[in-house]
């Protein structure tokens, strides 16, 4: 058994004495289906970016049952400091991005969920509290997602059509929940660098996966673990040079860009000097089309024939 996996959800017995059958279903479940890479991308552009914040400012603190004014200052840093700071450099730039808000986090600002729309960037799903879906029951899961699309819906005028799962904690239950609900896209899972169709046990679902990767995330490269003494620390300037040869790969291949950032992690000084360089850097590269996660979505599912 793994972390991510209820105890329910292992079958029986030791793993390697699994018949065929239980180790093909449990692969099979949630699979990549058909590559969704477009012929072209919209302005004649050679690649496709997408860049994304995840607000989630307090709510992993509190998720975790870690509520002293201590932790939760550093969330409240992102939310006070630096997603003004980031929605200033995306203006400067004139690049649209994608926020993925937990239901919480929104509800304790509300002004920034206006603030993103006001600005013309998407607004998606990233749980209510930045709960653990694999812990959760479907019916929790399904009550937990759909409170928050209504709750993103109400602040910032607009249902979200895009879910990325908090943590990436994409569970078994997790793909019908998003067609359930009707969700164009998510943006939890790693099978591919290009946009790929879903599949659930071997059938197409019509659900785009615009894909993620730790490496294209700055949490991996700057977060830390205060008392159990973990530094994985790099310096902004190794992991500017990791993200322009992740972009230059995808500009070589016609593809896509897609990254991940959170404003408590990214939006300190010595930080978004990567993000302002790394724009610069894609910039000069030529016709770029810089979009959110949804007119990416948009645009890989028509091109890609499925409507
Ligand atoms: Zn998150």
């Not at 990549?32 to 994304?52: E, F, H, K, M």
């Not at 404003?263 to 300190?268: A, C, K, Q, T, V």
Request: glycine share 10%; aromatic share 8%.
């Amino acid at each position: 058994m793994t972390s991510e996996q209820r105890p329910s959800e292992v079958p029986g017995g030791e793993p390697w004495q699994w018949p065929e059958r239980v180790w093909r279903d449990l692969v099979g479940r949630v699979r990549a289906g058909r590559d969704l890479t477009p012929a072209s991308w919209p302005g004649g552009a050679r690649v496709a970016v997408a860049i994304s914040f995840d607000s989630d400012h307090e709510t992993p603190a509190l998720r975790d049952g870690h509520t002293t004014p201590g932790v939760l200052a550093a969330g409240e840093y992102g939310a006070r400091v630096a997603v003004p700071r980031i929605l200033r450099l995306l203006d400067e730039h004139g690049v649209p991005a994608s926020f993925f808000v937990p239901a919480v986090s929104a509800l304790l600002h509300p002004g920034e969920i206006a603030d993103y729309a006001a600005a013309g960037h998407e607004v998606g799903v990233h749980g209510w509290i930045h709960e653990r879906n694999t812990l959760l029951s479907r019916a929790d899961e399904r009550d937990l997602t759909l409170r928050s699309l209504d709750t993103l819906e109400r602040l910032s005028g607009r249902r979200p059509v895009g879910i990325r799962t908090p943590s990436w904690d994409f569970s078994p239950d997790t793909l019908s929940v998003v067609r359930e609900l009707g969700f164009l896209y998510d943006s939890s899972l790693m099978a591919a660098d290009e946009p790929y169709e879903l599949l659930e046990d071997g059938e197409p679902t019509g659900v785009v996966e615009l894909p993620v990767e730790w490496i294209r995330d700055d949490a991996p490269y700057f977060a830390m673990v205060r008392y159990a003494g973990l530094r994985p620390y790099t310096p902004p300037r190794e992991v500017l040079r990791v993200w322009q040869d992740e972009f230059d790969g995808a500009l070589r291949d016609g593809g896509l860009f897609q990254l991940t950032l959170h404003p408590s992690i990214s939006g300190h000084r010595s930080r978004i000097w990567l993000l302002a360089e790394l724009l610069r850097h894609i910039t000069a590269s030529g016709p770029v089309w810089f979009a959110t996660h949804e007119q990416i979505a948009r645009h890989v599912r028509t091109e890609g024939g499925l409507g």
